[in-house]
């Protein structure tokens, strides 16, 4: 019995020897945290830059020598009396070339005939003509549809760049063959202004030729009068 309890004894010893052996032995240890502070985390503010604070720099008053004071006096203008010019005589004006005057001056009444042997011809200018007044130098010259031939040619030919505030005119003279060849173009009388009597004398060059004298005519050549008008509106 008592080899029983011992045999006993001894497994349960060798038992327990042999889990003491194989469980891993591993420290414990034991922390005190002793008391425990609450810590709240929050953004702190963000530190704003301060000025730069720019201390008065004490600027030096210069050293100036006493300058002597301009003393100012007063004078008093002294207007010279000026001589009373007197007023001059206007000079005496031209007499007026009236060898040739347009429809619009000369009236109806002037038309059989006008001075050194001209003749008026306006009423050949045709319907609806933009021409002021027309003349020629031979008296013996009475063919209205050449005229009337001519003057529409010049005519779609005479373009106006100019716009005055008052009325204007010009007078070209030119001769004209028997061909129909216009052999001399002048102002006879200006506008005052260069663009509108060149415009006036441009449109007779560009109308070169004319249609040919009538066979019935005997001279060889005439002379043309012819005004062109400009009235504003």
Not at 57 to 71: K, N, Q
Not at 97 to 109: H, I, L, M, N
Not at 202 to 212: D, E, G, I, N
Request: with cysteine; net charge negative; proline share 10%.
């Amino acid at each position: 019995m008592k080899q029983d309890l011992a045999l006993s004894f001894l497994l349960h010893f060798a038992v327990i020897l042999t889990l003491v052996i194989l469980t891993p032995f591993k420290p414990q240890y034991k922390l005190d945290m002793g008391d425990v502070i609450n810590v709240s985390l929050t953004a702190l503010p963000a530190v704003q830059p301060q000025p730069e604070v720019m201390e008065p720099v004490a600027i030096p008053t210069p050293v100036t020598a006493d300058e002597p004071v301009a003393v100012v006096t007063e004078t008093k203008s002294i207007t010279e009396a000026k001589p009373v010019e007197k007023p001059k005589p206007k000079p005496k004006e031209k007499p007026k070339d009236d060898s040739y005057k347009p429809k619009a001056e000369t009236g109806k009444e002037n038309r059989a005939g006008l001075e050194n042997g001209q003749k008026d011809v306006s009423e050949n200018l045709g319907a609806g003509s933009r021409f002021g007044g027309a003349a020629i130098d031979n008296a013996s010259f009475n063919y209205p549809y050449w005229f009337v031939q001519s003057f529409s040619k010049i005519e779609r030919n005479w373009t106006n760049p100019v716009y005055a505030n008052e009325p204007i005119s010009c007078i070209i003279y030119f001769q004209v063959i028997r061909s129909g060849r216009i052999i001399k173009i002048e102002v006879e009388r200006s506008s005052g202004i260069d663009a509108f009597d060149s415009a006036c004398e441009r449109a007779v060059k560009l109308s070169q030729p004319l249609p040919p004298l009538p066979n019935e005519f005997t001279d060889e050549i005439i002379g043309i009068h012819l005004e062109f008008p400009y009235s504003p509106g």
